[in-house]
């Protein structure tokens, strides 16, 4: 069973920044995810098995940065300039599928983290 536990979220103000971390019990590639109650769970970032390549939401680019540490099975998700409309509920997962083309929908991924809360004050 693969394990992912997220941590580093909290409470901070428009323009600020924040990095999240995402433990795993093996190596897969990941995304980020993050939902807002009453809707569905939207898509941020993600990062293939080997780093090399990242896909990013419209909403976080150029704000958002996802990367990896292979040898920690560790991914992270650095987060500048937030804005109030960041605040969510953070969920870190990961897909069996080791190869082939990125993924951006909650259905391709596999295995999912307890989700950290971001809350951006304006």
């Known amino acids: 069973q693969v394990q992912l536990v997220e941590s580093g979220g909290g409470l901070v103000q428009a323009g600020g920044s924040l990095r999240l971390s995402c433990a795993a019990s093996?190596?897969?590639?990941m995304g980020w995810f993050r939902q807002t109650p009453g809707k569905e769970r939207e898509f941020v970032a993600a990062t293939s098995w080997t780093g090399d390549s990242t896909y990013y939401a419209d909403s976080v680019k150029g704000r958002f940065t996802i990367s990896r540490d292979n040898a920690k099975n560790t991914v992270y998700l650095q987060m500048n300039s937030l804005k109030p409309e960041d605040t969510a509920v953070y969920y870190c997962?990961?897909?069996?599928?080791?190869?082939?083309?990125?993924?951006?929908?909650?259905?391709?991924?596999?295995?999912w983290g307890q989700g950290t809360q971001v809350t951006v004050s304006s």
């Open positions: 093996g190596r897969y590639p």
């Open positions: 997962a990961a897909t069996k599928a080791l190869f082939g083309r990125m993924r951006f929908l909650s259905g391709e991924y596999d295995y």
